[in-house]
């Protein structure tokens, strides 16, 4: 099962309670306060995790708690600070945290291994031993520990892919996919066979290899909910490329000029906010690359002649396909490759990407907010920060 949104509950930890304790020893009177501090409660953190393709494990699952700080005890011993939690997403999730305001993102895992904190886990107690002073020899006073945070997630998946096919259903994304790569989605004569994205790895000569994601097909009003495209749209938005394919034949009734011309508006029409809540580059102005399909079935050359003349007059280069028999594809691949290469570093092995041959490519370069600074710490921080880095308190 293909999970991309779930909405999911994080708890962190609450920090163990301080404890009010006296030195109390054969022979020695009045030995003082000896109270040890509460340990810290366990934060939670998401990780990228290569391992993992979807989010279903938290559909059915959608709360999670860390432990909470061991307490103090007598003998200045300081409680066991807790485990922090992490829970594996996919590469490429995004975490929005639920306000007041609405959803604020947090964090963005674009990379395998990646970490981030969702819930702090809250702060141990003091000990009576911290409160000792000149005026107050035998204080018995402790601090409870500091709860956790609890904080309501939606996590969100954006899959990672160097290029993204677009298209009506039936349009032929699948066969293509399934044709260029190892994938093997269902492939049917009906529409919106493809209800979940698919990702192929195609591999080329001379070592090239790039990712394409699939998407179920686009209609009319997508960008506003209507079929399935506006859920599944947010799959390319980190493409380098989009290849929009367009059915050529007369099988549908549709004509292939109002075709290309409903699923420009709709990716022109998609433009969500990006991590600085502006509105984010719409789809339609992304890097794209037009495929006509299925002209192994074209009846009437005059239909891929009109949308030939329409699409270079925007300044597109299109490449005629037919995803069943092959012809095409391997001018399209190579075209692919040209805007991927371009955008991507090139490794030593790889051969760099001809930029010459590239005239309408946008780099697009995602703007990420500063971090912010910490504040500084007090007292009891600095000693809770001690006891975080392992130094245990001596017995007195």
């Known amino acids: 099962m293909f999970v991309d949104e779930v909405d999911v509950q994080v708890a962190a930890g609450a920090g163990g309670r301080g404890c009010v304790s006296f030195r109390r020893e054969k022979f020695i009177p009045r030995g003082g306060p000896d109270g040890g501090d509460g340990g810290h409660g366990g934060s939670v953190y998401l990780v990228a995790s290569p391992h993992v393709n979807t989010l279903v494990n938290y559909r059915f699952h959608p709360e999670f708690k860390a432990q909470r700080g061991g307490h103090g005890e007598g003998s200045n011993r300081t409680g066991k600070t807790a485990q922090d939690l992490d829970l594996e997403v996919p590469v490429g999730t995004v975490a929005f945290a639920r306000t007041e305001e609405g959803l604020v993102q947090v964090a963005d895992l674009t990379a395998a291994g990646e970490r981030a904190l969702v819930a702090q886990g809250g702060r141990g107690g003091r000990g009576n031993a911290r409160f000792v002073s000149s005026t107050n020899q035998a204080p018995r006073r402790a601090d409870s520990g500091l709860p956790g945070e609890i904080v309501d997630l939606h996590l969100r998946l954006k899959l990672l892919a160097d290029v993204g096919l677009v298209g009506f259903p039936n349009a032929?994304?699948?066969?293509?996919?399934?044709?260029?790569?190892?994938?093997?989605?269902?492939?049917?004569?009906?529409?919106?066979?493809?209800?979940?994205?698919?990702?192929?790895?195609?591999?080329?000569?001379?070592?090239?290899?790039?990712?394409?994601?699939?998407?179920?097909?686009?209609?009319?009003?997508?960008?506003?909910?209507?079929g399935l495209g506006h859920r599944f749209l947010g799959h390319v938005e980190r493409t380098k490329v989009l290849v929009h394919l367009v059915d050529l034949s007369s099988v549908?009734?549709?004509?292939?000029?109002?075709?290309?011309?409903?699923?420009?508006?709709?990716?022109?029409?998609?433009?969500?906010?990006?991590?600085?809540?502006?509105?984010?580059?719409?789809?339609?102005?992304?890097?794209?690359?037009?495929?006509?399909?299925?002209?192994?079935?074209?009846?009437?050359?005059?239909?891929?002649?009109?949308?030939?003349?329409?699409?270079?007059?925007?300044?597109?280069?299109?490449?005629?396909?037919?995803?069943?028999?092959?012809?095409?594809?391997?001018?399209?691949?190579?075209?692919?490759?040209t805007y991927v290469a371009y955008q991507r570093p090139a490794p030593a092995d790889e051969p760099a990407a001809p930029t010459e041959a590239i005239t309408d490519i946008r780099i697009l370069t995602r703007r990420r907010s500063p971090d912010a600074s910490s504040a500084s710490d007090d007292a009891h921080d600095g000693d809770a920060q001690e006891r975080r880095s392992g130094r245990s308190d001596s017995s007195q």
């Open 172 to 226: 032929g994304k699948s066969t293509l996919i399934s044709r260029i790569s190892a994938a093997r989605p269902k492939i049917a004569d009906y529409p919106f066979t493809t209800l979940t994205p698919n990702l192929g790895v195609v591999s080329l000569s001379d070592n090239r290899s790039f990712v394409v994601a699939d998407v179920p097909g686009l209609i009319e009003g997508a960008h506003a909910g209507h």
């Open 252 to 337: 549908s009734g549709r004509d292939p000029v109002e075709d290309f011309d409903v699923i420009q508006r709709e990716l022109a029409l998609y433009a969500p906010e990006n991590e600085l809540g502006e509105p984010s580059i719409p789809l339609a102005e992304r890097p794209q690359i037009v495929a006509p399909n299925k002209i192994d079935a074209l009846d009437d050359p005059d239909r891929l002649t009109r949308l030939q003349a329409h699409v270079e007059a925007l300044g597109l280069k299109c490449y005629p396909i037919s995803a069943v028999t092959g012809e095409g594809v391997d001018t399209l691949l190579e075209a692919m490759w």
